[in-house]
């Protein structure tokens, strides 16, 4: 006659990440959207990943024109993690396509012409602010 053993298992989810595609309704801009959540014993801590790609016409190839990595605040946390298991509201959906893809075409480009350590400056001052308005996608 067979014995069977029983074994004891544990399971810790310890990072998720999901990964969200919006392409605006006449299809030449599109946000690829990426949240990550990551665990150290009890610290828990979400990223975004923004990636802007545009195009001129709807044959042609996505051209990535930003791309931001940002650290979401603890205070956001919960917030984050609606978006995660939701999706993305269509308030947050307009957002993104709108002032926050403005955001970040305006840092990148200040990024690309600095040229001097004053225009560096400003250029950073920039993209400082466009992951805050990253981020902000969040709070909408």
């Known amino acids: 006659?067979?014995?069977?053993?029983s074994t004891k298992h544990t399971s810790n989810?310890?990072?998720v990440?999901?990964?969200?595609?919006?392409?605006a309704k006449n299809?030449?801009?599109q946000i690829l959207l990426g949240l990550d959540k990551s665990m150290d014993g009890a610290l828990v801590t979400w990223s975004i990943r923004f990636e802007l790609n545009e195009r001129a016409a709807k044959t042609d190839s996505w051209a990535r024109r930003v791309k931001l990595d940002v650290a979401v605040q603890s205070i956001h946390n919960n917030l984050a993690e609606l978006a995660a298991k939701n999706?993305?509201?269509d308030?947050?959906?307009t957002y993104l396509l709108t002032a926050a893809a403005k955001a970040t075409k305006d840092a990148?480009?200040?990024?690309?012409?600095a040229k001097d350590a004053a225009a560096k400056a400003a250029a950073a001052t920039k993209v400082a602010a466009s992951?805050?308005?990253v981020e902000a996608v969040l709070t909408k």
């Open 1 to 5: 006659m067979a014995t069977t053993t």
């Open 13 to 15: 989810i310890v990072g």
């Open 17 to 23: 990440s999901v990964d969200l595609e919006v392409v």
């Open 27 to 29: 299809q030449l801009r």
């Open 87 to 89: 999706g993305l509201t």
């Open 91 to 93: 308030q947050q959906v």
């Open 108 to 113: 990148q480009a200040a990024k690309d012409a």
């Open 131 to 133: 992951k805050e308005k």
